[in-house]
């Protein structure tokens, strides 16, 4: 059985990695297949947003590693906005996409600013004396 330190060592220990493995994939799922935004955009969206809340919104994060947080926290909600989207506007069966580019920039823009402030006054006062680095 693993003490409780050693869960917070252990997931200090996959924060960066966490990190950077969902904004890879998140990248790979936007960019790799041409056309509108699909269902399995949405699945990758839904599968990348929990794990990452699984491994990395227990530990203590200064507000630049809350900026990062939030930053691939949105990142990766990007392609399942653009499915609810494609949907709203009807264009599920398109050849091309009719989400604007721009629409997603603010929809980004948007999401991180609510996930720094939920990762600040929720997240943060929820778990904050849990880390092995205070």
């Given at each position: 059985m693993?003490?409780?330190e050693g869960d917070s060592a252990?997931?200090?220990k996959t924060d960066i990695p966490a990190l950077s493995t969902a904004a890879?994939?998140?990248a790979i799922s936007v960019f790799v297949t041409a056309g509108p935004f699909g269902i399995?955009?949405?699945?990758?969206s839904i599968t990348l947003m929990?794990?990452?809340l699984a491994y990395i919104a227990r530990n203590t994060r200064d507000w630049l590693?809350?900026?990062a947080f939030a930053l691939v926290m949105s990142f990766i909600t990007t392609p399942g906005i653009g499915f609810l989207m494609e949907w709203k506007l009807g264009s599920l069966d398109a050849d091309k996409s009719q989400v604007s580019g721009l629409?997603?920039?603010f929809s980004w823009v948007f999401v991180t600013v609510i996930v720094v402030v939920f990762d600040r006054y929720c997240l943060q006062v929820k778990y904050g004396a849990k880390s092995v680095d205070n």
């Open positions: 693993i003490s409780p252990l997931s200090s890879t994939a998140g399995t955009n949405l699945m990758i929990i794990t990452g590693e809350s900026l629409f997603l920039f």
